[in-house]
């Protein structure tokens, strides 16, 4: 028997006798059975975090154990729903409205044509692909989990929960269940390929890999959504996995209503087709934030052990930790800086530390990326949330208010941010162009301009040697033309990469060319105010991606423009 012996909001302490609670195990609360998880056994007594609200229950009520951990439910037709942080599907009314309403998350009547990949009597390991099941123009490979002979091996039409082989005394079927809070051990293999995001500032100055992990820092209105969504919307994953964690309800109501519209770049199909959304809006129950970041890795590792690529978004792990902090002030643990858990910063690496690259048993490549957004007051990086997500993630992309109140978006500060994949990601962009030179160099001239914008704000770029205003000016080109991105243009949404390498390579034309032309006793302010530049910069909104090659013709007229205006200068 377990009875409740007291309530404190989400968190609520019960007395056991004559049972064995196990750490993280499923329960139901209460006479209405409210959804829970067990996260602290003392001798005689339990503490559980409560997944619904816990108005009017009352002290003595009944606990009901279930001896099974807190789990998602996988099988084909998880893309395209929608679900809150412990996977009740939203679409579902009655789970929003009625406390304990109970109903699986997906469709367990609906048929799949299953088709076999092995054969019967074969020996299979666990992981192997044993068919393939096809639904909304994508492909599930059921994997088994189980190692042996496989036998009674059936094709056709199945729904999720019926059997369609056995291996030994196993049934398999096309459902499996995954423990939210426990990995399988992986073997990880390099990160040697980009995430392609289209946003030039990311993929060519601070780039991510497949299977890595990145934040996007940024107070409040410095586009942190937008990018989020623009990243899900263009990256080359195969598989999203968007979480909207503790955000506002009109921004996760945006999200419902317009991911539903979008139109998959890839295929032409709706984006939902590759995409599971979790929602769980600042008004839903505290803990049930806390648990849907686990959610949406589990469901993003089913897919990579499949062989493949899976992105996902949080936004923002920031909410997820204040959502640990009242938890853990109602528990009654000994705070530690600005009043978070003492256990934040290796809650923070259970997250992130997820993310990677796996050769599958079946000789297939998968990945996990996870990409976080934090939401630090203020905008202030040095707070503890912003600092251990730092520690535990490879590229850092820093939002900067001045920026987005400049329009400059994406808003990510060119000298703040970083990326630790560039050796990585090395052989795999020299093969487009010579990337490494070239990104080094637009890093030596950001720097330069930063440090002398200080002076051109006291005293005006007048007062800068020719040299020095050269940095300055190509520094504007640089920003103008290849860091600044608008998300809402059709043609500059998305720039790949052989684009992207494209216009860098027609800066540094520039660059050289102005350089030649100081030394001609041409003032830089003269080079630069052509109306050529004006219509370079310009290009990156009519050139389109399969018309990257013009960049070659327009560097030949830049260059011929300049060769003559230098020559005749001054006659």
């Avoid at 503490?47 to 996988?74: C, F, G, H, M």
């Amino acid at each position: 028997m377990v009875e409740i012996t007291s309530i404190n909001g989400p968190i609520v302490n019960a007395r056991y006798e004559n049972e064995y609670p196990l750490m993280n195990e499923y329960v139901y609360v209460g006479k209405k059975e409210l959804i829970g998880e067990i996260i602290r056994v003392t001798k005689d007594e339990i503490t559980i975090q409560v997944y619904e609200d816990t108005t009017s229950l009352k002290l003595k009520e009944n606990v009901k154990l279930t001896s099974s951990l807190l789990s998602a439910y996988l099988a084909p037709g998880i893309l395209g729903s929608v679900y809150d942080g412990i996977q009740r599907n939203l679409f579902n009314l009655e789970e929003r409205v009625v406390r304990g309403a109970k109903s699986f998350p997906l469709n367990m009547e609906k048929k799949y044509y299953f088709k076999p990949s092995v054969k019967n009597g074969e020996y299979i390991k666990r992981g192997q692909i044993i068919g393939l099941v096809e639904d909304n123009n994508f492909i599930y490979k059921i994997l088994s989990e189980f190692e042996g002979k496989i036998e009674d091996l059936k094709e056709g039409d199945f729904n999720i929960k019926e059997i369609i082989a056995r291996v030994g005394e196993n049934s398999v079927r096309m459902l499996t269940k995954r423990p939210l809070r426990i990995t399988n051990k992986i073997k990880r293999i390099p990160l040697d390929e980009p995430l392609i995001t289209g946003q030039r500032i990311i993929d060519f100055m601070f780039p991510i890999s497949k299977g890595g992990s990145a934040s996007i820092p940024g107070g409040f209105g410095t586009g942190k959504t937008v990018l989020q969504q623009t990243l899900a919307k263009y990256c080359n994953a195969d598989v999203i996995i968007y979480i909207g964690c503790g955000e506002r309800g009109n921004e996760m109501t945006e999200i419902l209503e317009e991911f539903p519209k979008l139109v998959d770049p890839r295929n032409k199909q709706p984006l939902m087709n590759r995409t599971v959304l979790i929602a769980n809006t600042s008004d839903m129950p505290v803990s049930a934030r806390e648990s849907s970041i686990y959610l949406g890795i589990t469901i993003g590792e089913y897919f990579r052990d499949m062989g493949y690529s899976v992105a996902l978004m949080a936004d923002s792990t920031s909410r997820w930790a204040e959502a640990m902090r009242e938890l853990s002030s109602r528990m009654g643990e000994l705070p530690m800086e600005e009043g978070y858990p003492a256990d934040v910063s290796s809650k923070i690496a259970s997250i992130y530390e997820r993310a990677g690259k796996i050769e599958t048993v079946n000789k297939e490549i998968g990945s996990l990326s996870i990409i976080g957004a934090v939401s630090p007051a203020g905008g202030d990086f040095s707070e503890p949330i912003t600092m251990h997500t730092k520690r535990f993630t490879s590229v850092f992309w820093a939002l900067d208010k001045t920026l987005a109140n400049a329009r400059f978006y994406p808003a990510i500060n060119y000298l703040n941010s970083y990326s630790n994949y560039i050796e990585n990601l090395k052989q795999w962009w020299e093969k487009i162009g010579n990337w490494s030179e070239i990104r080094q160099e637009f890093n030596n001239i950001l720097s330069k301009d930063e440090q002398l914008q200080k002076i051109v704000k006291l005293l005006g770029i007048q007062s800068l040697p020719e040299e020095e205003k050269l940095t300055v000016y190509i520094a504007e080109i640089i920003k103008e033309a290849f860091l600044q991105q608008n998300a809402f243009d059709e043609v500059d949404a998305f720039c790949s990469t052989e684009k992207q390498m494209e216009i860098a390579k027609t800066i540094l034309l520039i660059f050289n060319i102005f350089k030649q032309g100081m030394l001609q006793k041409i003032p830089v302010e003269t080079l630069k105010n052509q109306k050529i530049i004006n219509e370079f910069i310009q290009s990156k909104y009519f050139i389109k991606n399969d018309e990257y090659e013009k960049y070659e013709d327009l560097r030949e007229k830049i260059k011929q423009y300049y060769e003559n205006f230098i020559k005749n200068y001054g006659e």
